[in-house]
């Protein structure tokens, strides 16, 4: 197929005066991106065509029912995110404000999936989550996935409504320095200038007391962990916890806050997002674990088999019902838990493992890409292997703090594109072409790919004689 041709797969994006980044105009096939696009055990067309071969074996390949356009790990960049938003080709900006945008024709036809990530690091947590909210306003179709960073600010709100257990007593200090840009700007905005906002907060020993782990909490988890985590990851936990504790209150005052600030802007955000008349309170309410859409699984960093085992068994529907009776009732079960693998599994060897049993249970259940953020990309998104299972990689570094460590300039743009015939597109600001990966060239006569346009999706159906 010429190179030519792959334009028409494009983004419809109407430039305006607004928009900051160059958006790749000319497309190629995602193989042509070498390294920077797939990695090694994926990189020739035979080895995507026998994966494909091995996923299509019991269900046929389809795509999800409506166009996705997915945005990941912007990472309290509003600016990116938004950004990200046009460059998806689902709104066109009308002003410089994050919020200044409407939705375009395809917007309104599509899904927006939010990989996680939504929180921390800064510049801009909560004009993130408003443009967001804006988003949802206008009539658009979004889908929010929990990432690691997000869901560690609900197990610390949590830890300070639950506290009487050393499993979980730590829970608020670990969310650790990344979380006080979050912080400072809810101090800002919502305790700094209100003359009564710690009438009710109690002195600096005892707000230390609540916020952070007892004395006696190093010896008390590892005796009550030890029935659930190996030793290696109890001393990691307490490691992680020491430093944490040690540095946390000097950093919350280089921030500007006392600890009872910190204690006093705690509560709240327990009031701004964990109760339903919150300004933020539909962030965890409307957040999944997993979205899953034709043969396409939507996380925020991965899977394992346990996970795809329950899959297989009871759908994804269970899986966000696991997901959200765990995080409210049980934090330890949660985080060292297979739920809480699925949004920080990077596939190291500390974490649940996904095997060939795992994906014989995605493919049999239906699943043959597994879309996620989590690990960041430089050059735009990539195609990789997990256990022999496509793993599309769509964090591509949005925000401008994690950009400025990298020396990459400004905060970053671009979009994955997932069409219902089954074409993936991933455009990214810091890549000059956009990808194009069509399943359907890789597939032969071993395997079946059924497109019907009138329903906009693939047929789950085998053709007769398989």
């Not at 494909?52 to 999800?64: D, E, I, Q, S, V």
């Not at 996680?116 to 801009?124: A, H, N, Q, T």
Request: hydrophobic residues 35%.
């Amino acid at each position: 197929m010429a190179v030519t041709t792959l334009e028409q797969h494009l983004p419809q994006v109407r430039e305006t005066h607004w928009t900051r980044h160059t958006m790749p105009e000319v497309a190629e096939p995602w193989l042509h991106g070498r390294e920077k696009s797939v990695a090694t055990d994926c990189n020739t067309p035979t080895a995507l065509s026998e994966v494909l071969a091995t996923a299509c074996r019991g269900t046929a390949l389809r795509g999800p029912k409506r166009t996705v356009l997915f945005v990941s790990d912007a990472h309290a960049d509003a600016q990116a995110f938004t950004a990200s938003l046009a460059a998806s080709g689902g709104v066109r900006q009308t002003g410089p404000g994050a919020r200044d945008f409407v939705l375009t024709a395809q917007g309104r036809k599509s899904v927006f999936v939010i990989g996680g990530d939504c929180l921390d690091k800064g510049p801009s947590n909560l004009e993130l989550l408003r443009t967001i909210a804006y988003l949802k306003g206008l009539g658009a179709r979004v889908k929010l996935l929990a990432g690691n960073h997000d869901m560690r600010l609900l197990m610390g709100l949590r830890c300070l409504e639950q506290r009487g257990s050393p499993l979980t007593d730590h829970m608020f200090v670990r969310m650790g320095s990344k979380v006080i840009p979050l912080l400072h700007e809810v101090f800002v905005e919502h305790v700094q200038d209100e003359p009564d906002s710690l009438n009710s907060v109690p002195d600096e020993d005892e707000c230390r007391r609540v916020l952070f782990p007892a004395d006696d909490w190093y010896e008390a988890f590892p005796r009550l962990a030890k029935p659930h985590l190996s030793t290696a990851a109890i001393d990691k936990e307490v490691r992680r916890v020491r430093s944490k504790v040690r540095d946390f209150e000097q950093q919350c005052a280089d921030a500007g806050m006392t600890l009872r600030q910190v204690y006093a802007t705690a509560r709240r955000c327990q009031r701004l997002f964990m109760r339903k008349r919150g300004e933020f309170g539909w962030f965890f309410g409307d957040m999944q674990l997993a979205w899953r859409s034709g043969s396409f699984l939507f996380v925020h960093a991965g899977l394992d088999d346990e996970i795809a085992g329950l899959i297989r068994r009871r759908g994804v529907a269970e899986v966000n019902r696991q997901f959200r009776k765990t995080a409210s009732r049980n934090l330890f079960q949660f985080y060292f838990g297979p739920l809480a693998n699925t949004l920080r599994t990077k596939y190291r060897r500390e974490d649940l493992p996904l095997t060939g049993r795992g994906v014989a249970h995605a493919y049999r259940s239906g699943v043959h890409f597994v879309v996620h953020g989590h690990r960041s990309r430089q050059q735009g998104q990539r195609l990789a292997l997990r256990s022999g299972m496509l793993h599309l990689e769509g964090d591509i570094t949005l925000d401008r703090n994690s950009r400025r460590q990298l020396g990459l300039p400004g905060y970053g743009a671009g979009a994955t594109i997932i069409r219902p015939d089954g074409r993936v597109v991933g455009v990214s600001a810091d890549y000059p072409r956009a990808k194009v990966f069509e399943p359907a060239a890789y597939l032969d006569n071993r395997t079946y790919f059924y497109y019907d346009p009138k329903p906009q999706e693939f047929s789950s159906r085998i053709p007769a004689g398989r």
